[in-house]
């Protein structure tokens, strides 16, 4: 069983998995929707605005865990 302390010491890194994950998935949309007729231009550009949130987000998150230079 794990403790608490480990349960929120892995937090960022499984935040950051679901969040890779949930990119993917978006990539996979934005392709079906990029080759589907007629294409939904309007469905397109808030996938891609999504998907470019969510990569901010993990760029957040991944300077977040790297730690500070003591120097």
């Not at 998935?25 to 231009?41: G, K, Q």
């Amino acid at each position: 069983m794990f403790t608490t302390e480990e349960i929120l010491l892995d937090w960022p890194q499984r935040e950051l998995i679901a969040l890779r994950q949930e990119h993917g998935d978006l990539n996979a949309m934005i392709d079906a929707a990029a080759h589907a007729a007629p294409l939904d231009e309007l469905v397109l550009r808030r996938l891609k605005k999504k998907r470019l949130a969510l990569r901010d987000k993990m760029t957040r998150l991944e300077s977040a865990l790297i730690p500070d230079d003591l120097a």
